[in-house]
Structures are given as C-alpha cells and as structure tokens.
C-alpha cells in the first residue's frame, strides 16, 4: 500500500483532490472511469458555471443526488467558491425535498443527473435558482476560477439529521472538522489508506458515513472510489470483485445479506484488507457469519452526524463483537449521568464526546444546539454506553426514540407528522421494531377510521422508502400520559 502524503493539512476539503496523480483512477461510476486530472478539469468547469450563476463565499447550496459522479464533481465545485453544501438524495418524494429545503434554506440548488427531473417542478420549491450539473457541464467555461481561500473553522456542509419542520435538525459541519477525521482514518494504526486502497462506495454520499468516511478520505489518500447508486446484493458482490476492492464499509444489514448470499465465489472478498460495519449495532451472529465465510474480520465503530462522524473504532485494534471499539486519538469520550457526573468503572452512562471532529451546532437553533452541546465542546450524545476494562465502548440503549433502518435514521416524530396530515387519522404513534433484514423496522399504531392500504400509499408518497412504515396497526386508543406524553416503550413490547 502506497502511504499518502498528508502535509500540510489543508485548509479546505476543496483541495483535497488537487495534488493527486493526475492519471490515477479517481472515480468509477458504471462503466464511466474518471482520472483525478480528469476530476479537477470538471470540478474546475462547473466552479466557474456556478460562480457565473452567482454562488460565491457562505452560500447556502442544496446539492441533489446520488452516488454517481455528478455528486462528487459538484461538491468540490460548491466547496471550492468557498460555499457550504447541503446534499440530500434526489429519490426524496417532493413534499420531502419541499420540506428540506425549508430547512436549509438554499440560494443555489444544484441537480446532478439522477435529479434532473425535479426541473420541471422547480417553481413549487423555496428555492429561487436551480441549476443542472449536466447542463453546466455542457456550457463552455467563461474564465478560469481559482479555489476560494477558507479558514478551517468556516462550514463546508449543512446535513440533515431530522426532516420535520418543527423539530429540524440541520447540523453545521466546517472543513476541520471532516478534515481531522479523515486524517485520523488515513493515518489510523497498522491500517490506514493510501493509494492503492479501492473503496467501494455503497452508503449514500447524503449521509456523514458515506460522505467522509468512505468518499473524502479514500480521495485525499490518492486511493479509488466505486460508486454505487443503491444496494443490490448480487451487483455489489460483483463489483467488489471485478474491481479489486481494498477497503469495504457498510451497514449491518449490508453486511447481512453479503454473507447470506447464495452466488459469492470464494475469492470475491480475497482483495479486501480492511471491512467496516456502522450505522447500527451489528449482531455477533453477522461477525460470526462474515468471518466464516470470507475470512474476514468486521470492524465496528461508532459515530454521529454530529461528530464528522467517528467517535470510537476498531480500526487497527482487535475487534470485539458486539462493541464498537475504543475512542480515537484525540477524542475524548465520558460515561455521565443525567447530571453529569460521571458515573462508576463499569457502569452503563450517556455517552459524552469532544473532540475536534464535533460539529458547529444546528442552524439557526441556539436553543436547540445549547441542549447538547456545552461551551467547552462536549457534545452529548442521547446514547448509552458502557466501557470495559480494557477501554472498549458498547452501547447498550438509546435516549433518543430515533429508529435504524439499515443504517439510516429515522425519526418518530417526523413520520407522525405525515400520518397526521391524512384526514382519518386521529391520532399516530411510531416506534422501532427488530427486523430481521433491515436491524429496525417503522411501526406505526394509528386511531382513526382509515384503511391501512391507502394509509400506506398516502406514506410513501410523501416519504422516503426506508422512512414508510413496514407495520401498521390500527388502535381504539393511543398510550399517552395525561399530559399527553406519548408512552412509547407500552408498543414496544
């Protein structure tokens, strides 16, 4: 493995890309491979398209897409103006995109391939400009802009952690922050990443995980990335193979299916030296599996949006199923109680983190922001955890009501809120139930005089897939307190 250079640490994401080998395999998306030369020429072309358009320093800029190339080369353009992406995915049904955009609140909302067909719907979105990757790219470029000059501290991406309008959650991310990560992940012990490493890149680019972990930091190591548009089992397998892949991360479920899978050839995972699994707890029987039958051993870690994400990795150390490893180096991590004192040796606490990867806090919510982050930088987290005597962090429940679907979360609350706009439902209440498939399934206990078939269209028209309800059960009568808290561990049971 080649080891990548990583002196000075610069400033901006934007540059991360700039002094690779020009003629080495930046990108793969199908049967499209894109050189880093190839890469900078575009990302230079579409930069002066959007500052041509008017997107310059601060900028709030909505980036729609999937895992292809058009993403990538847009976000280095938007970063590059000195402009702050905020990505989501362009299979959102409307109402969804509708409602993160009123999150964010975007100048610019730039649409990658998979996304163009939002164009015709564009005056119905809070969005004033609307420009498309495509059609900039086929523009000839006016002048030659160089990188806008950042300071580590200045925001680079705006990601979403909640969709509700009411209860937002639009967390503020600056160049450091994703830039210490990724130097702990590349300089990380005994694995690293360098530029021979090939990742195959699966988990969506909207989300933290995908974004930095797998995308950013395989490209500041030099190394390839094999982009993925959305999970197949047999195409992922395929592709893992054919391609060589390095360095592997996925979620549980992923993970799951990859060892389940009835046509792998023995030596499709030959090539893999390095296997993660995040997003949500992996079970020991998946570990089991997976070293069984590839010979290869999963490390599990932890981490949050708010965190840039990694906060704890079994990266380099020896796994231990069922934990998420030890913290990294440089970041600091506490059990407390709900006072914040911390708790004895031994005994499960929330679990507390600073370190130089938490994010900025939540745009435009100080209230919001001050509830989980202290001035001195400890952000906490809403999970419990417990430490072990060699320094090992489980997680043992969570103070957040937040549901995992396949590593993705979803948020009680926000699904609610779309039962309740259908004109029979009384009354709504959503909970996390396991599932065998996905880790968590949405369950949905609903009062009203509804049939349940149309219950779930009106859902999936407004929701994305993994955010619908798998579950419904219709109710005389909700659990509420009388203050009409909802009692959610009574449908848990």
Same mark, same amino acid.
């Given at each position: ?88 995915r362009s299979r959102n049904p409307m109402p ?72 937002? =959650? +639009?967390?503020? *991310? #600056?160049?450091?922050?994703?830039? $210490?990560? !990724?130097? &702990?992940?590349? @300089? ?12 195959l890149c699966i988990l969506p680019l909207t989300h933290i995980f995908g974004l930095n ?30 391609? =060589? +892949?390095?360095? *592997? #991360?996925?979620?549980?479920?992923? $993970?799951? !299916?990859? &060892?389940?899978? @009835? ?231």
């Amino acid at each position: 493995m080649s080891a990548a250079h990583l002196n000075p640490v610069p400033r901006s994401l934007a540059e991360i890309i700039e002094d690779q080998d020009a003629g080495a395999v930046a990108l793969i998306d199908g049967a499209t491979t894109v050189t880093y030369g190839e890469l900078r020429d575009r990302v230079s072309r579409l930069r002066s398209g959007l500052s041509a358009a008017g997107v310059g320093p601060t900028d709030r800029v909505m980036l729609i897409g999937e895992n292809e190339a058009d993403f990538v080369v847009a976000a280095f353009a938007i970063l590059g103006l000195g402009a702050i992406v905020s990505p989501i995915r362009s299979r959102n049904p409307m109402p969804e995109v509708e409602r993160k955009m009123t999150s964010v609140r975007p100048s610019v909302t730039v649409l990658c391939e998979t996304a163009d067909w939002l164009l015709p719907h564009a005056e119905a979105l809070p969005c004033d400009q609307f420009v498309s990757v495509s059609q900039l790219d086929a523009a000839p470029a006016e002048n030659d802009v160089p990188i806008a000059q950042v300071d580590g501290d200045d925001l680079a991406f705006l990601l979403l952690t909640s969709g509700v309008a009411s209860e937002s =959650k +639009v967390a503020m *991310l #600056s160049h450091s922050n994703l830039l $210490w990560v !990724q130097s &702990a992940i590349i @300089d990380g012990p005994k694995v690293g990443l360098g530029s021979d490493d090939i990742a195959l890149c699966i988990l969506p680019l909207t989300h933290i995980f995908g974004l930095n972990v797998v995308l950013l930091s395989t490209l500041r190591a030099g190394g390839t990335v094999v982009l993925q548009r959305r999970f197949d089992v047999d195409e992922s397998l395929n592709l893992i193979g054919r391609h =060589k +892949v390095t360095t *592997l #991360s996925g979620a549980p479920p992923m $993970w799951q !299916q990859w &060892a389940q899978a @009835d046509a792998v050839n023995a030596d499709t995972f030959a090539t893999v030296r390095y296997a993660a699994s995040g997003a949500a707890a992996l079970s020991a029987e998946t570990f089991d599996l997976v070293k069984e039958r590839f010979g290869v051993e999963l490390s599990e870690g932890y981490g949050l949006t708010e965190t840039s994400p990694v906060v704890t990795s079994s990266r380099g150390v020896p796994s231990k199923p069922g934990s998420v490893g030890v913290p990294l180096d440089g970041v600091e991590v506490v059990l407390v109680e709900e006072d914040g004192t911390p708790v004895e040796p031994g005994d499960a606490g929330e679990v507390v983190v600073r370190g130089p990867g938490i994010f900025k806090g939540y745009l435009d919510a100080p209230e919001l922001t001050e509830q989980v982050l202290t001035d001195d930088g400890w952000f906490w987290t809403g999970d419990i955890g417990v430490f072990d005597a060699d320094g090992y962090l489980y997680l043992v429940d969570r103070i957040k009501d937040i549901i995992i679907v396949s590593g993705f979360n979803v948020y009680p609350s926000e699904v609610e809120a779309i039962l309740m706009e259908h004109p029979n439902v009384r009354g709504a209440i959503v909970v996390g139930v396991a599932d065998g498939l996905t880790g968590e399934a949405v369950e949905a206990h609903v009062s009203g005089q509804v049939d349940v078939d149309e219950l779930d269209q009106f859902c999936r028209d407004r929701l994305s897939r993994y955010k619908c309800p798998a579950r419904y059960h219709l109710v005389e009568e909700l659990p509420v307190t009388a203050h009409g808290k909802v009692v959610r561990r009574e449908l848990r049971q």
